[in-house]
């Protein structure tokens, strides 16, 4: 079904063929689409009307257009600067020494059009896999620049990784190297949400939030679908398991929109290997742990086994786990012994003058005991969570909750 080029035999694309040379008089952009394979099974038929490409938001091509072949060498094609340079549409991190009005091929880079197709476009405006990669790692590298504020350098990857995406999908370009850049831009995406998160109290938060994480639902799913294509035997990608479990992850945040079926429908779909994986038991019980309210097994399970992906994933969420936990304690707690916030702290990992702020966002008070030590009076009737969101307060290990 697939040839060692990433471009599969069954999903109607071109059979496999030698790298070529784009300055090579043989590289002509290609004018149909190749017949399709007589002893093609139903199965791969059926793969082929339904999914004619992969990333289907980001392109909005023709079933029966052709796939292009990407010879534009820059990160940005010549056209698309000039004009840019022209109506001075160029990014801050575009500019040639600050110019608006300038840039060059190293600065600039493609930007994502929602009503790009096929049809009007040429080969030439498409980047190949190789300029994707070195597109991408200079797009990564400009995630820590501490330059601008991180609202800002979120706007400029953002959109170019969606243009990444356009590109890659246009070709059709589904071997090692696109899983890869979706891994690359997954992470991004992951990074995006908790530095976001951080942000508290910004105007534009919500909806850049909410953005991000569309994204990230997306690239999943396309990476899904390419360790799928790309699979040998029963055998896992490297970090194919880590990244099923952070559409599981995903599922803690009550105000992210539900991802199609339900967890449990889902899981049925996925192989063994994945499925038990260390990774994917992990992502399930703190989903299990979080639903039955045992918060200490959550926390705990939290600061030994997750990954610096899984925790960047996770953390803000945390607060609103944290409010679940604070409500549950003020509706079950018995009157007359307020519960001690020192307690509190070390289950919920979280600073006990941060536990107090994040009571009173939720409108209960708390109170001194006879010790002197700070309490959480219970059967308080104003538990609301806040309408503007939580501060995001980071975990803390119990070693510094102690503190």
Request: some cysteine; hydrophobic content about 35%.
């Amino acid at each position: 079904m697939e040839d060692r080029t990433g471009r599969g035999r069954g999903l109607g694309l071109r059979p496999a063929r030698k790298a070529l040379d784009p300055s090579s008089s043989i590289w002509k952009p290609m004018r149909s689409c190749p017949a399709r394979d007589p002893k093609q099974t139903s199965a791969e038929a059926f793969r082929e009307r339904s999914n004619p490409h992969l990333d289907d938001d980001d392109n909005l091509r023709s079933p029966n257009s052709p796939y292009l072949v990407g010879t534009c060498p820059d990160m940005c094609p010549a056209k698309e600067r000039a004009q840019r340079e022209m109506l001075r549409d160029l990014s801050v991190f575009e500019r040639l020494n600050g110019n608006p009005a300038r840039t060059s091929p190293h600065l600039a880079v493609k930007k994502f059009c929602r009503t790009i197709s096929t049809v009007d476009i040429q080969e030439s405006d498409i980047r190949s896999p190789p300029v994707l990669q070195r597109t991408l790692k200079h797009l990564i590298n400009l995630v820590n620049s501490e330059e601008h504020p991180f609202e800002v350098v979120h706007d400029f990857v953002f959109d170019r990784t969606r243009s990444i995406r356009q590109d890659l999908s246009m070709q059709n370009i589904i071997d090692d190297q696109a899983i890869s850049m979706y891994e690359e831009m997954v992470k991004f995406h992951v990074v995006s949400h908790n530095r976001l998160a951080m942000c508290w109290g910004k105007s534009d938060l919500s909806s850049l939030c909410h953005l991000n994480i569309e994204q990230l639902m997306k690239c999943l799913l396309t990476l899904f679908k390419l360790y799928d294509l790309n699979r040998l035997s029963r055998s896992l990608h490297t970090n194919e398991a880590e990244f099923y479990s952070f559409f599981v992850l995903l599922h803690l945040g009550g105000k992210i929109p539900k991802m199609g079926d339900s967890l449990s429908l889902w899981y049925r779909q996925l192989s063994l290997p994945i499925l038990q994986s260390k990774k994917m038991h992990f992502a399930r019980a703190l989903i299990r742990y979080s639903q039955m309210g045992n918060y200490k097994r959550f926390f705990c399970s939290l600061e030994a086994e997750a990954s610096d992906l899984q925790l960047c994933l996770v953390e803000p969420f945390l607060d609103e786990i944290r409010a679940q936990a604070i409500s549950h304690v003020n509706y079950s707690g018995y009157k007359l012994h307020p519960y001690p916030l020192m307690h509190l702290s070390k289950i919920l990992m979280i600073k006990e003058s941060e536990l107090e702020d994040l009571c009173h966002v939720c409108g209960l008070e708390t109170s001194i005991d006879e010790a002197g030590m700070k309490a959480l009076p219970v059967k308080q009737t104003k538990f609301s969570l806040p309408k503007s969101g939580f501060r995001s307060y980071c975990l803390s290990a119990i070693d510094d909750v102690k503190r």
